[in-house]
């Protein structure tokens, strides 16, 4: 079962994963605990994939309250939900939660400080997701298809990448979630700064500084992905055996 499966990611794993289940937000509103434990209950899934998420980083700072019953209640409702089927939890979750001071974080490092609201939200929403007995927090990052802004910063680096890029990263962590041991995982591609990634789509892209961005950033938050490189090549070489 999927949440957030209109959303960005969602749509992605939707197409990769054609037989998850993936209730609109009208059937499962995270932040209403009785409308997740019936979706969930009727499903019986064997694993819940939580993409839905408020992500709007700027408006999270306008928005506060909204932003924490959807990322943080609403994470506590899946997390229980998925408890009370036996699923196993794969929660998404982000390079923000890092303070973006040194980039190539491991999984094990320490998050924070965050910078932002959104960040902070998304940091309690991974512990509410440890409530799940059985979980994988997935740590990852991805923008749309094309990159859609005039200006794009080069002094905020990052291992996003482009959603096409990334889902079937995160589509075939899923298809082996049951399997995986690791509790946090971060599944992203190499350090870049956001003005080379949005060069690789959109050669007339003008280069900017996080200045500009009207929300505080992070400067690096580009992850360590070795645990998931040596984890990726071993269930390959286990689909070829
Ligand atoms: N985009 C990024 O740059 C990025 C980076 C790192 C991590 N992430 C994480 O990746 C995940 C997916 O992000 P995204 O960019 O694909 O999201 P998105 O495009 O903003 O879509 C958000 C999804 O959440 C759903 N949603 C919002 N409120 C809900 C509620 N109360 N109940 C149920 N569903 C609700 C939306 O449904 P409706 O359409 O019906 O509102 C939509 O399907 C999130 O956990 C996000 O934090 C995103």
Redo the contacts with the bound molecule.
């Keep these: 079962m999927l949440?957030?499966?209109?959303?960005?990611?969602?749509t992605e794993l939707r197409t990769l994963l054609p037989d998850i289940v993936a209730p609109?937000?009208?059937e499962?509103?995270?932040?209403d605990a009785a409308s997740v434990m019936r979706a969930v209950e009727r499903e019986r899934p064997e694993v819940i994939v939580?993409?839905?998420?408020?992500?709007?980083v700027g408006g999270a700072e306008r928005e506060r309250e909204s932003c924490w019953r959807?990322?943080v209640i609403?994470t506590r409702h899946v997390a229980a939900a998925a408890n009370t089927v036996g699923a196993k939890l794969v929660h998404?979750?982000?390079?923000?939660v890092f303070g973006g001071e040194t980039g190539n974080y491991r999984e094990d490092d320490t998050p924070g400080p965050v910078v932002n609201y959104y960040s902070l939200t998304?940091l309690v929403a991974e512990e509410a997701a440890r409530a799940a007995r059985r979980h994988l927090i997935l740590r990852?990052?991805?923008?749309p298809r094309e990159f859609q802004y005039p200006v794009a910063f080069s002094d905020v680096f990052t291992g996003?990448d482009y959603?096409d890029v990334i889902a079937p990263e995160i589509a075939l962590a899923v298809r082996h979630a049951a399997e995986i041991t690791d509790e946090v995982l971060h599944i992203v591609t190499g350090r870049k700064s956001v003005y080379d990634l949005a060069r690789r789509r959109k050669p007339d892209v003008r280069e900017g500084s996080r200045a500009q961005a009207g929300v505080t950033l992070p400067g690096d938050v580009s992850l360590n992905t070795e645990r998931w490189v040596a984890l990726r090549a071993m269930l390959s070489s286990h689909a070829q055996g």
């Design positions: 949440t957030g499966g209109s959303g960005r990611l969602g609109t937000s009208a499962l509103d995270v932040t939580h993409a839905a998420a408020y992500t709007n959807v990322n609403g998404i979750s982000t390079d923000y998304k990852t990052s991805f923008r996003q959603v």
